[in-house]
C-alpha cells in the first residue's frame, strides 16, 4: 500500500491510497499504469506527476464535433471508422464498472499452469524436430517450416506471459513476477527490466506523438527530409522489401539497440536498451538494467557453447529461426495494434491518457493463434486500460467494456496480411504541427 497527494475538484490536497501495488513513485518518473486503474474516484481531468486523466466531464465548453477530415483523414477501402474525436464521454470509472470483478483477480496457480503448459507444448516440439532429419527429403521441406513456424508461435505465447510478468498482471506478487519474467524473457534474449520499463511508458503515452515509446508516426519534414522519394512510397517492390525488414529485424537489433520508431525526443541521445545509462531509464533503474543484460548474456553464452559444441546448424534450425518468427510475430502484432490509417494520434493538450489508451486496435489472428497468443492481439484495447488483469480474464472484459466504450472501441476484422499491406504501405507521416493528426502516405497530400 502507498499514498498518492492530489489535487481534488476544489484545487485542495487529497490523498489516494492504493493497495497492492508493485510501483512506488517519485517525482521524477511518471505515475504507474496500475495508478490508472485505482484513480476511479475522479470524473474529471486531473494531472499527478504530469499525467492527465480524462473524465467523463472532459469535454471543452462550446467545442463542437470533431470531423476526422478536418484533420486529413482520408477513408481507405475496407477500413472501420475512425474513432469519435470528442473527448471520451465517460470515465475510467465507469469503464471499470462494468467488468466482474473477478476479471481483476490474478491467480498464481492458474498462471503458472498457463506458463507450465506452454513449456510443455514447446519442449514436445522441440523433441518432434529432433526426429525430423529421418524423414526422406520431401518430407522434411515440410517439416521444418512447420516446426518453425508452430515453434515461434508457442514461443511468442511465452514471451506474452513473460509480458504479463512485466505488467504486474501474472500474480499478486512482486518477487515471483519479476523472477518468472527476467528468467523466460532472458530464454527468448529479451532484456526484461529494459524492455518493461520502457513498455510502461508506452502504456504512459499510448498515442502521443511527442511521447510515446514505440510505432511514433514520423513528421512530415522527417520524411520530406530523408531519402525517400514519391516513386519509392509508390512502389510495391520497396514497400515489400522495407515491410520484411521490419518484420525480420525490427525487434532486434532495430528497436532494442537504436530505439527504431521510437519518438524524436530521443534523437540524438543514448538509446541502447542494453546500456544502463540509455535516456529512457531513471538512475535508479540502473541495476535493473545490469541485471537483464547478465540474462541476455548468459542465454547468449549458452548458445554459443551449444553450437560448437553440438554444431550451429543445429542451433539455428532448432532455436535461431523459432526465435525470428517469434520476433516476427510480436512486431506484426504491436504494428497493427498500433497503426493503421483510421488511428489517431495526438498532440499538446488534445492529448490525454484515456484518449491515448482508447487508440489501440483489436485484431483477431483466428482463434487458434488468438488462444496461442494468450489473446494479446484481440484484447488489447482492454489491456491498455487494464494493464494488470490477467489475459484469462480478458475476453471476458472486453465483452463487458465494449458495452461501455461503444464507437470508442476500434476493432478492425481484416485479414492480417491485408491489414498489414494497407498499413504498411498508406501509414508514411502525419503532419508536423495539427494537435489531432492522421496518417498520410502521399507527401503531396495537404
Keep these: 500500500m502507498f499514498n498518492i497527494p492530489s489535487l481534488n475538484s476544489g484545487g485542495n490536497l487529497e490523498l489516494w491510497v492504493l493497495h497492492s501495488s508493485p510501483f512506488t513513485l517519485q517525482s521524477d518518473e511518471p505515475a504507474p499504469p496500475l495508478l490508472q486503474e485505482h484513480l476511479i474516484k475522479s470524473k474529471g481531468t486531473k494531472r499527478i506527476n504530469g499525467l492527465k486523466m480524462a473524465g467523463s466531464n472532459s469535454v471543452p465548453e462550446g467545442v463542437n464535433q470533431h470531423k476526422p477530415e478536418d484533420y486529413g483523414y482520408k477513408k481507405v477501402p475496407g477500413t472501420p471508422a475512425p ?14 464498472d462494468s467488468i466482474p470483478p473477478r476479471c481483476f483477480e490474478r491467480s498464481l496457480l492458474k498462471s503458472f499452469m498457463h506458463l507450465g503448459f506452454n513449456i510443455v507444448i514447446c519442449l514436445a516440439l522441440f523433441y ?55 528468467v523466460m524473457h532472458s530464454l527468448l534474449l529479451v532484456p526484461y527490466h529494459s524492455w518493461k520499463n520502457t513498455h510502461r511508458r508506452h502504456h504512459l503515452n499510448t498515442g502521443s506523438c511527442e511521447n510515446d515509446e514505440v510505432f511514433v508516426p514520423p513528421g512530415r519534414a522527417r520524411v520530406e527530409e530523408s531519402l525517400i522519394t514519391e516513386m519509392m512510397i509508390e512502389s510495391p517492390m520497396y514497400n515489400f522489401s522495407r515491410m520484411m525488414i521490419m518484420l525480420t529485424a525490427g525487434w532486434m537489433p532495430a528497436y532494442l539497440l537504436f530505439n527504431a520508431t521510437g519518438p524524436e525526443k530521443y534523437i540524438g541521445k543514448n538509446v541502447n536498451h542494453f546500456s544502463p545509462t540509455a535516456v529512457m531509464f531513471l538512475p535508479k533503474q540502473y541495476n535493473d538494467i545490469v541485471v537483464s543484460d547478465v540474462g541476455f548474456f548468459t542465454v547468449l553464452g549458452g548458445l554459443i557453447w551449444l553450437g560448437m559444441n553440438y554444431g550451429f546448424a543445429n542451433v539455428v534450425f532448432y532455436y535461431v529461426i523459432p526465435y525470428m518468427v517469434c520476433n516476427y510475430h510480436l512486431v506484426l502484432i504491436t504494428f497493427l495494434q498500433h497503426t493503421d490509417t483510421y488511428v489517431p494520434h495526438f498532440r499538446g493538450e488534445e492529448w490525454s491518457w484515456l484518449r491515448g489508451a482508447l487508440c489501440t486496435v483489436d485484431r483477431s489472428f483466428g482463434s487458434w493463434l488468438d488462444g496461442v497468443f494468450h489473446h494479446i492481439s484481440d484484447t488489447h484495447v482492454c489491456h491498455h486500460l487494464f494493464p494488470t488483469m490477467p489475459f484469462y480474464h480478458a475476453e471476458e472484459a472486453t465483452e463487458a467494456i465494449s458495452k461501455v466504450l461503444g464507437k470508442y472501441r476500434m476493432k478492425d476484422d481484416t485479414p492480417i496480411w491485408k491489414a498489414l499491406w494497407r498499413s504498411y504501405t498508406n501509414c508514411k507521416f502525419v503532419e508536423d504541427n495539427d494537435t489531432i493528426v492522421f496518417y498520410k502516405k502521399n507527401l503531396k497530400q495537404l
Design 128 to 182: 518432434a524436430s529432433t526426429l525430423i532429419n529421418y524423414f526422406p527429403i520431401y518430407i522434411r521441406l515440410f517439416l521444418w517450416p512447420a516446426y518453425w513456424f508452430v515453434q515461434g508461435a508457442y514461443l511468442t505465447g511465452i514471451w506474452v506471459i513473460a509480458h504479463e510478468c512485466g505488467h504486474q498482471a501474472f500474480s499478486d506478487h512482486q518477487i515471483v513476477n519479476d523472477t518468472v519474467g527476467l
Design 83 to 96: 474513432i469519435p474525436l470528442e473527448r471520451p464521454p465517460f470515465s475510467l470509472k465507469e469503464i471499470r
